[in-house]
């Protein structure tokens, strides 16, 4: 039985560039010791928590798909939603993501908004 570990992401500041990589769980060097194979994680988002730091409202939109694309059918969370002034807007669900998907996204306004999430990786 697996035994997955809890996975904090971020906080990382959205930017206006919509095409932005936020988060991906690949791992680079799968080599190992000798008999052993490694595989790829994957990762459980189960919380997304986007922050205004700001005193005006911004908005944000969230895809999960392939590195630094946001095309139409991928939008997961916020597309173009509104975080009120010095507040925030809390996700909770069950998003997995595979070592070859990314939360991509970002915000209308540069750093008015900041990401943060929990969740779990395991291996398969």
């Not at 769980?25 to 730091?53: D, E, F, M």
Request: charged share 10%; aromatic share 8%; glycine share 12%.
């Amino acid at each position: 039985m697996a035994s997955n570990r809890i996975i904090s992401v971020g906080p990382v500041a959205l930017t206006t560039t919509l095409t932005t990589n936020i988060f991906n769980c690949a791992i680079t060097s799968l080599t190992g010791p000798t008999g052993i194979t490694l595989t790829q994680p994957y990762v459980i988002l189960r919380h997304i928590r986007i922050v205004n730091k700001t005193g005006t409202a911004a908005t944000f939109s969230l895809y999960k798909g392939l590195t630094g694309a946001n095309t139409a059918g991928t939008e997961i969370i916020g597309l173009g939603t509104t975080v009120a002034a010095n507040s925030y807007f809390d996700w909770y669900g069950m998003l997995r993501f595979e070592s070859t998907d990314y939360l991509v996204g970002g915000a209308g306004t540069g750093t008015a908004l900041t990401l943060q999430a929990e969740g779990e990786v395991g291996f398969t």
